[in-house]
C-alpha cells in the first residue's frame, strides 16, 4: 500500500502548492512550471541517494513521493493537450509503444516504490509510452475487456490479498516438490523460475475478486 501513502500526501502538496503559486502567478504555465522544477530536484537527489531527503521521505514511508508527483503532473499535461487525440491509428500506437517499451528495458529501470526512477528522461519515455500501451489497450475491444474492467473497479481487494493468495500456490509447490515446508515462509513468493510466475498471476487476481 505504499503507492496510496504516496498518493496521498501528493493530492495534499498538490493542493498546498497551486494555493500558494496561485497567490504569486495567475499564469497556470508558471504554476505547473515551478511545480516540475521542485519535483524534478526532488526526485533526482531521491534517486541518487541524497541522506537527507531518503531520511525525511523514509520517515513516513513515502519513497517514492517525488517519482510518483512527477508522474502526477506528466499526467495533468497530457491530459490538458489531450494527448490521445494526437494518436491517429490505435493499433500501430500500440505496437510502437510496446516496441518502446522493449528497447528501453536496456536503458534503465524503474523501482517506484524506492524512488528509483534511473534518471528523469528515461522515466519519462517509459512514462508516457506505458500509458498510451495501457490507454490504447483499454480502447481496442477484446473479449475479456468486461472482465480487466471488472478487476479496475475491484483492484484494491487485489492489492490487499494477492500476497495471501500466493501462498496457495507456494503450497501447492511445497506439496508436489516435496519440499520443506519452511519454504512456505518464503516472501513474496517461492520461486519465480520456470513458468510458475503464471499461476502466481492468475491465482493473486482470482481469488481477492472471488
Given amino acids: 500500500t505504499w503507492f496510496l ?16 503559486f496561485k497567490r504569486i502567478s495567475k499564469k497556470m504555465i508558471f504554476l505547473r512550471g515551478g511545480m516540475l522544477v521542485i519535483v524534478i530536484i526532488g526526485a533526482s537527489l531521491e534517486n541518487n541517494g541524497n541522506l537527507v531527503v531518503n531520511s525525511i521521505l523514509s520517515k513516513f514511508g513515502i519513497q517514492s513521493f517525488f ?11 497530457l491530459k490538458k ?10 493499433r500501430i500506437g500500440c505496437i510502437i509503444s510496446f516496441i518502446v517499451l522493449l528497447v528501453m528495458l536496456n536503458f534503465g529501470s524503474v523501482e517506484l ?10 522515466y519519462t519515455i517509459v512514462s508516457i509510452a506505458g500509458w498510451i500501451f495501457i490507454y490504447i489497450l483499454s480502447e481496442i475491444k477484446f473479449p475479456w475487456n468486461n472482465f480487466l474492467e471488472y478487476a479496475g473497479r475491484k483492484s484494491i481487494w487485489i492489492v490487499g490479498l494477492h500476497f495471501l493468495s500466493f501462498k496457495i500456490v507456494s503450497y501447492i509447490y511445497v506439496y508436489v ?13 517461492i520461486s519465480k523460475s520456470n513458468c510458475i510466475w503464471i499461476a502466481y498471476t492468475i491465482v493473486g487476481i482470482i481469488v481477492p475478486l472471488c
Avoid: D, M
Fill in 81 to 90: 493537450i489531450k494527448f490521445e487525440n494526437y494518436i491517429k491509428n490505435k
Fill in 113 to 122: 516504490n524506492v524512488g528509483h526512477i534511473q534518471n528523469i528522461i528515461f
Fill in 5 to 20: 501513502r504516496s498518493l496521498f500526501f501528493i493530492n495534499v502538496v498538490n493542493a498546498i502548492f497551486t494555493y500558494l
Fill in 67 to 77: 517519482a510518483a508527483y512527477y508522474a502526477f503532473l506528466l499526467g495533468i499535461g
Fill in 177 to 189: 516438490t516435496k519440499a520443506n515446508i519452511i519454504e512456505l515462509a518464503k516472501y513474496p513468493v
